[in-house]
């Protein structure tokens, strides 16, 4: 069984100030692991996604992840949050055994303050 | 323009009035999935879809039917809703060759069922 876990449903920062949203996943065989944004009123879309591949990995408007396999963590950063950042965040794992199912976490709410 | 189109974006009905949710996707994906969002527990899968006349049941399938007629549409039906069936809803495609593939979301159907 697949899991994840999103600590602090919602977060608060300052404009400017670093953004660090926490993910913590529970797989049985190596995971993929994506984050997606979902903005007010919309679908969720994709900010990054690890496969595999490098462990540090880039994402659109400046959002980066890494994938710490020792910490089954996949924590999402910024280095300067925007008003526009403003969102609510989803991590969530599958992998290739997973049957198809990919699950998510509970959802984080950034709020970013002026 | 790639996009997965749900309709409707917002339904009020009742208790034991049978509804559909459509959904169509222009990517000539695959994979299609139904999930629903409640606060606090992320989006969780009711059904999936491999390819046409396949369907599989995921983490919440009571209460719900989908059919996979044609490659592009994958409808969601309440037969019978009931008030717990309240919730956001979004339908996602992706292509089928590995769960590392990100989803495409739509833009949500939030149903009330009194």
């Known amino acids: 069984a697949q899991s994840v876990t999103q600590l602090g449903s919602h977060v608060s920062v300052s404009e400017g100030a670093l953004v660090l949203l926490r993910c913590n996943y529970s797989s049985s065989v190596p995971p993929y692991l994506f984050w997606y944004v979902q903005y007010p009123n919309q679908g969720l879309q994709l900010l990054l996604k690890y496969t595999s591949a490098a462990t540090l990995v880039k994402g659109i408007n400046g959002f980066e992840a890494e994938f710490k396999k020792s910490e089954t963590s996949f924590h999402l950063t910024k280095p300067s949050a925007h008003m526009s950042d403003a969102a609510e965040y989803f991590c969530a794992v599958t992998h290739n055994n997973a049957g198809n199912m990919l699950t998510f976490g509970g959802g984080t709410r950034l709020m970013v303050k002026p | 323009e790639a996009q997965v189109t749900q309709n409707p974006r917002y339904l009020i009905t009742v208790t034991g009035k049978k509804l559909t949710v459509t959904c169509s996707q222009n990517?000539?994906?695959?994979?299609m999935s139904w999930y629903r969002q409640d606060p606090g527990l992320g989006l969780r899968q009711i059904y999936y879809s491999m390819n046409v006349e396949v369907t599989d049941k995921g983490d919440v399938p009571e209460g719900y039917k989908v059919s996979r007629k044609e490659k592009r549409n994958f409808p969601l039906i309440l037969e019978s809703p009931s008030p717990n069936q309240t919730s956001l809803y979004f339908c996602?495609?992706?292509?089928?060759?590995?769960?590392?593939?990100?989803?495409?979301f739509g833009d949500g159907t939030r149903l009330s069922i009194l």
């Open positions: 996602a495609s992706r292509t089928g060759q590995s769960n590392n593939q990100p989803q495409h």
């Open positions: 990517m000539n994906h695959e994979y």
